[in-house]
């Protein structure tokens, strides 16, 4: 199996970035999880190391998503990427501003007094929670972003052939483009602020990022399983449009208690209830597509595939409606419940649909129809059942902390210095279980399709 076109390529560079990221995020966020039960641990502060673990986070999916994007619609379009210098300097752009803005968040953990303000902007991080990013960071990447919808539109743009993966795929790229600006308005009213904020936050992943991974998720299904285009994209249709029917007014299930109307709790609280609806749905496209799959060579392209499909729905959608209802969310709100949610939903919505994506389209950049599977299922396991762990501790923690500070009215500082240390210690070790999976991931990268398969004996031939 090889590439259709040469173009296609650059998908690599993207994810090789994007891997370095993920095992960086993975790394400090041991760190960090260290931290609860050590504060001292390690030179930067736990702030700045929260503040690398998220950012990482996000940028690295970000990544994963544009490397994918580079793949898929030449393929899609069937003609080179329109223009591949270009594309390239949008890649090494993306690192340089990437990494020094990384480089800033340690700077400023080291030395506070460097992020003094300086004609009034801060100059390496403006303290908005998840989009920390100081404002000259901002600017470089709506550059580097539009700059890489205006290739990926023109490649599409200089053929006749339009279908509706590249499409919805562009459609949802044009849409986190467009999410990212809010992040860039200050409002001196810490309500209005907030409202502009949750666009970002909220839109991006809720939004934006489940339109792009229902345009991923169609094309995987082909791929791996051969399924039928006017099936999978049929269904792509349905799902992209319940993401957008119940993720935009779904949005304000974050606006509860920020001080907007109070039409936000039936608002916020319906749309909320029905947000797990097109995950659903991605769950029986998925089973519904590969149930009759017999000969599929790419084992564990269609074990990513499906397992991203299930704990999206899982993690974005179970683990979210549990406490995004007001009658819930009353008490649950900024809990260690919360965080539970956040953790297996990025899991499940997107690191397993990057990680998807690789074990698909990587074979093909390097030229190989068959690999090794067997850190790859290793790997997923490892990750798998170490998170599942993860977030049943942070549930379990957040359970605890819900019933000692907001029933028994213990202060935040008491509850944290007493119940929950044991939760702590056992996040830390399934932290080092996850990286353990993360680390077998990084080198199965790196080794796919350049190392010879392992031997088969005879019989097993002739089985």
Request: proline share 3%; net charge neutral; glycine share 8%.
């Amino acid at each position: 199996m090889s590439i259709k076109y040469q173009s296609q390529k650059l998908a690599e560079y993207f994810y090789t970035f994007a891997v370095v990221l993920f095992l960086v995020q993975v790394l400090v966020g041991i760190i960090a999880a260290v931290q609860f039960i050590w504060p001292s641990f390690f030179i930067l502060n736990f702030n700045t190391i929260r503040t690398l673990h998220i950012n990482a986070l996000i940028v690295w999916i970000l990544t994963g998503l544009m490397g994918a994007t580079y793949y898929v619609v030449p393929e899609e379009s069937e003609t080179e990427i329109w223009n591949l210098p270009l594309a390239k300097l949008q890649f090494w752009a993306t690192v340089v501003a990437v990494t020094a803005v990384v480089l800033g968040y340690i700077w400023m953990g080291l030395s506070p007094q460097a992020n003094s303000p300086i004609m009034g902007v801060h100059p390496l991080n403006e303290g908005r929670e998840y989009i920390e990013a100081p404002r000259w960071a901002d600017v470089l990447i709506v550059i580097s972003v539009l700059l890489f919808l205006f290739i990926n539109f023109m490649t599409m743009l200089k053929t006749k052939k339009w279908t509706g993966i590249q499409g919805t795929l562009i459609g949802g790229l044009t849409f986190l483009a467009l999410m990212y600006l809010p992040g860039m308005i200050y409002m001196k009213s810490m309500v209005k602020d907030q409202y502009w904020w949750w666009w970002v936050v909220h839109l991006w992943v809720e939004g934006a990022w489940e339109v792009i991974a229902g345009a991923l998720l169609a094309f995987m299904l082909m791929k791996v399983v051969g399924a039928k285009r006017e099936v999978v994209e049929k269904w792509m249709y349905i799902e992209v449009g319940f993401v957008m029917f119940t993720g935009i007014l779904g949005t304000g299930h974050h606006y509860y208690w920020i001080g907007t109307p109070g039409y936000w709790l039936w608002v916020g609280g319906i749309f909320s209830s029905l947000e797990p609806l097109p995950l659903l749905f991605m769950v029986w496209d998925a089973f519904r597509t590969t149930r009759e799959a017999r000969n599929v060579e790419n084992r564990a392209g269609l074990y990513y595939t499906v397992a991203h499909a299930i704990f999206n729905f899982v993690g974005a959608g179970l683990w979210g409606v549990i406490h995004t209802l007001p009658q819930v969310n009353k008490w649950t709100h900024g809990t260690q419940i919360t965080t539970a949610h956040g953790h297996l939903a990025f899991y499940g919505a997107y690191v397993l649909l990057v990680m998807a994506m690789i074990y698909i389209t990587l074979p093909a950049i390097r030229g190989v129809r068959a690999f090794d599977a067997s850190r790859a299922f290793a790997s997923f396991w490892w990750m798998t059942i170490s998170m599942v762990f993860i977030v049943l501790t942070i549930t379990g923690a957040g359970m605890v902390q819900v019933y000692m500070e907001r029933l028994m009215g213990l202060d935040y500082m008491a509850v944290k210095a007493n119940y929950n240390l044991w939760f702590w210690i056992l996040r830390a070790i399934f932290g080092v279980g996850f990286l353990i999976g993360v680390m077998i991931f990084v080198v199965d990268f790196f080794r796919l399709g350049r190392e010879p398969l392992p031997a088969v004996s005879p019989e097993l031939k002739q089985a």
